[in-house]
């Protein structure tokens, strides 16, 4: 089985080469910020996005790399470190690597840094890293009588991190990108009207009421493999999808649509992001159902009153691919 650095940032699964189960080692939450990276423009227009271009001004990424290879066996079996690559040599090769590539997407980031690894230390066999973007929106500040974008002032957000996971594999005296998934976090949706949930089983285990329109409030990961990994992994970005397209299509769809459950939801943003980019081979969602509790209906009729849902949440896992458009 081929190492997977899986969806949700975190770095799993082994080498096929070794038999062992499990044998890597590394670090997460290496935190790299670079000003001035390059700007990453859109290759199209599409019409449910008006995204150009990511400047990149401040760009931020929480890296995690994880190590395989034969030769860290020694490590575990005999404490000898002759081979043992020190986790803060990774961290600082992660950090360095942030000055001396020019990159504008986390992929290509990481990408040239795992080749980086893997030239700089022949006994590593793989190398597999994942990155969340840490993002900043420019502060919009008064200058000259006239709000405008700072250009040089940063806040964080919170939500909305576009991420990405690559292995990369040493095959001869090539680097090879084994794996590639890219992706955006913590996507916030609420629609306040044109959401159903109803003709679900009704049983003696039925408590929810049939909703002919309730209040939809999702937080939705969404991640794309791309048909050619190269066209996704590579610094070139000709082929390159923004996260910005995907969370603009989600939320276009999501308005327009009268969706009967998340279920629907989802798979109808699927079907779209697969007819916008045909370059993407497929689409995967994980959801989680925070639609608001109903309190009372405003006594001048209208609105209603919310507070927040109760735990447990539930949540939805799905892949849709080009299948899916037949
Ligand atoms: O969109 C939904 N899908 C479900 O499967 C479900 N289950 C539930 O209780 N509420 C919802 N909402």
């Known amino acids: 089985m081929p190492s997977t650095a899986s969806l949700h940032g975190q770095v799993t699964g082994n080498a096929s080469t070794t038999n062992r189960p499990t044998m890597h080692y590394g670090k997460k939450d290496v935190f790299v910020y670079r000003t ?16 150009q271009e990511r400047k990149n001004v401040l760009f931020g990424v ?50 040239e840094t795992a080749k980086g690894f893997l030239k700089q230390w022949p006994h590593i066999e793989q190398v597999d890293l994942a990155g969340q973007s840490v993002e ?18 940063f806040r964080p957000r919170k939500t909305e991190r576009p991420r990405a996971s690559v292995s990369v ?7 090879e990108v084994v794996n590639h998934v890219s992706g955006i976090t913590d996507v916030h949706l609420m629609k306040i009207t044109g959401s159903s949930f109803k003709d679900f089983i009704q049983d003696e285990y039925t408590k929810l009421p049939e909703k002919e329109d309730r209040n939809l409030f999702i937080y939705v990961d969404i991640d794309w493999t791309y048909n050619n990994p190269e066209d ?16 603009d299509i989600a939320a276009t769809v999501f308005h327009e649509l009268n969706d009967q459950s998340i279920q629907h939801l989802v798979y109808v943003i699927g079907q779209r992001i697969l007819e916008r980019f045909p370059q ?35 949540f939805q896992a799905f892949t849709v691919t080009r299948d899916d458009l037949k």
């Open 136 to 153: 900043f929106d420019d502060v919009p500040v008064e200058k000259n009588g006239v709000i405008e974008n700072s250009g040089i002032m």
């Open 280 to 314: 993407l081979k497929d689409v995967s969602y994980y959801t989680n159902n925070r639609t608001l509790s109903e309190v009372a209906e405003a006594s001048n009729g209208q609105g209603k009153v919310y507070t927040e849902p109760t735990l447990p949440y539930g």
């Open 232 to 247: 996704g992994a590579n610094l070139d970005t000709s082929n390159y999808v923004p996260a910005e397209q995907i969370r």
């Open 36 to 51: 001035y990276a390059k700007p990453l423009k859109a290759n199209k227009q599409i019409p449910e996005s008006n995204f």
């Open 62 to 111: 929480d890296v995690q790399v994880a190590l395989h290879g034969q030769e860290f066996l020694k490590n575990y079996t005999d404490g000898d470190n002759s081979t043992c690559v020190a986790t803060d040599s990774m961290r600082n090769f992660i950090e360095l690597s942030g000055g001396k590539i020019e990159f504008s997407t986390i992929d290509g980031f990481l990408v």
């Open 169 to 175: 594999r040493r095959n001869g005296d090539n680097f």
